[in-house]
């Protein structure tokens, strides 16, 4: 496995602007989860998908935030119009479901962290 | 609700000793219990689970961790602390298969030469 990646691994915009960022899980992993971590907080979950069926989505997840995963492969965040209060790392984890339980461990990618100025 | 709670934000240990970092949950049914790493700048990385059987598990780099239903508690070991453990440590919890993690706020841990 070559891992969970995300990119771009660092983002800085502007307070209005829109941001995307990109998660590609590990090959053949079908459960997809975005999540955010600020300073000194452990993470926070966004939102999960099973294949390309986003199946729950946290009451973090303003209507600023939209996630897909089109083919049920790579999925992408959107931010649109960026607040200061969206500065956090992005995570993103990938894990496979499996016949006995406790099969899909989650892992993760390395992050992408927003800087909104 | 889910919950998880580390009641120490920093743990300080002197290299070659034991560690111990705590971790207590609540969760409705059974817990799916599991410890995480992130080293500086870094993703987490996953380092052992509990989800059925024997109460003590073992992980990697030589981490365990013990299940204890009764005090609700996932606490993490290791019986000799080496620097290169020095990180941040998250303890997480998911009711059965798939969904969401829930994290703790994490545990500091420092292992001092």
């Known amino acids: 496995d070559t891992g969970v990646s995300q990119n771009p691994r660092h983002k800085i915009t502007k307070r209005g602007q829109n941001v995307t960022f990109r998660c590609d899980p590990i090959s053949e992993h079908n459960r997809l989860y975005w999540y955010r971590q600020t300073l000194g907080q452990g993470p926070e979950f966004l939102t999960y998908f099973q294949n390309e069926a986003q199946l729950e989505k946290s009451r973090l997840l303003s209507d600023r935030f939209s996630a897909e995963r089109p083919k049920g492969s790579f999925s992408t965040l959107e931010i649109q119009r960026t607040e200061q209060g969206d500065s956090a790392m992005y995570l993103c984890?990938?894990?496979?479901?499996?016949?006995?339980?406790?099969?899909?461990?989650?892992?993760f990618g390395p992050g992408t962290r927003l800087t909104v100025l | 609700a889910q919950s998880v709670a580390q009641p120490e934000d920093q743990v300080n240990v002197a290299e070659g000793n034991p560690l111990t970092v705590k971790c207590t949950y609540s969760v409705s049914g059974n817990p799916y219990l599991f410890w995480y790493v992130q080293y500086p700048n870094r993703g987490l990385q996953f380092l052992l689970k509990?989800?059925?059987?024997?109460?003590l598990v073992k992980g990697s780099y030589g981490f365990e961790a013990e299940f204890n239903k009764s005090q609700t508690s996932f606490h993490l070991k290791k019986p000799s602390a080496l620097v290169s453990d020095s990180a941040l440590y998250f303890c997480?919890?998911?009711?059965?298969?798939?969904?969401?993690?829930?994290f703790g706020q994490g545990t500091e841990l420092s292992v001092k030469p």
């Open positions: 984890a990938s894990s496979r479901s499996g016949p006995s339980p406790g099969t899909d461990t989650q892992y």
């Open positions: 509990y989800i059925t059987g024997d109460n």
């Open positions: 997480a919890v998911r009711r059965g298969e798939g969904g969401k993690l829930i």
